[in-house]
Each structure stands twice: as structure tokens, then as C-alpha cells.
């Protein structure tokens, strides 16, 4: 199967909500702000972006709406049953959608190329991969 053709199938915990991604995501990218750490329960958030028109959906999902740091609506998606963030619209790229890397079925995502928010990152954390740095 070659690359462009990839089907990346994704689950929320519960089982509820299902994910299809087809082709390669745009990034993958690593978020250290304090909502994503506090969206993950962790120090940092990590997502894939892939173009809308790459993604379907089943299931029922509900929304909540925050400002980023950066002030632009953040709309979460999330199943109302187990609470699993499973998509992330971003204001600032309308044609786009952000899905966790968690909740795919397979873990064979790039390796996050970029990293945002890095004065909020915690002190020990540390990546091998090629990261671009922003602050």
C-alpha cells in the first residue's frame, strides 16, 4: 500500500466515537501550553494535523470552546460518554483538524517535528527526534 493511500483508524476509550484518517498527516506536532496539559492530564500534548477533508467520523461527540494563549478559538471534541479528546479544531486553521496521537489504533505517526509553547515545558523533559523549537 503506498504511503499517500495510509488509513489510520482512531478510538475513543469507550468505543463510541471512530476516527478515519486517510494519507499523511500535514505535522505532527508536540504542545506544551498549560491547557493542553491540562486537556491531557500530562506535561504535554502531542497531535497530528491532517487536512479536514482527510478525516470522517462516527459517533456523537460534544464541543467545548476556549481561547488559546495565542487568542484564537480552540474547539474540542470530545465523547460524551468517556470523555476522550478525539478532535481539535484550531480558529487560526479552519481547513485543518488536530486528532491526539493517543487515540489512534496504531502508533506509526511521524515523529513530532515541531514544539510549541516551550517556556511552559517542564524542565526534564528532553526529545531525541529533529524538533523545531518555538517559544
Not at 68 to 88: A, I, K, Q, W
Not at 101 to 123: A, I, M, Q, T, W
Request: a neutral charge; glycine letters at 6%.
Amino acid at each position: 500500500m503506498a504511503q499517500s493511500h495510509k488509513i489510520r483508524m482512531a478510538d475513543c476509550s469507550c468505543g463510541q466515537v471512530n476516527l478515519v484518517c486517510r494519507g499523511e498527516p500535514i505535522r505532527t506536532s508536540v504542545c506544551h501550553c498549560f491547557e493542553c496539559q491540562k486537556r491531557t492530564g500530562s506535561v504535554f500534548g502531542v497531535q497530528a494535523r491532517f487536512e479536514a477533508s482527510q478525516v470522517s467520523f462516527s459517533g456523537e461527540m460534544v464541543q467545548y470552546t476556549r481561547i488559546s494563549d495565542s487568542g484564537n478559538e480552540v474547539t474540542y471534541s470530545f465523547c460524551p460518554r468517556c470523555s476522550t479528546t478525539m478532535l481539535l479544531k484550531l480558529q487560526a486553521a479552519p481547513e485543518s483538524l488536530v486528532i491526539p496521537v493517543g487515540v489512534f489504533n496504531e502508533h506509526d505517526l511521524p515523529s513530532p517535528s515541531f514544539s510549541v509553547y516551550e517556556e511552559r515545558k517542564s524542565g526534564w523533559v528532553k526529545f531525541d527526534c529533529q524538533i523545531e523549537h518555538h517559544h
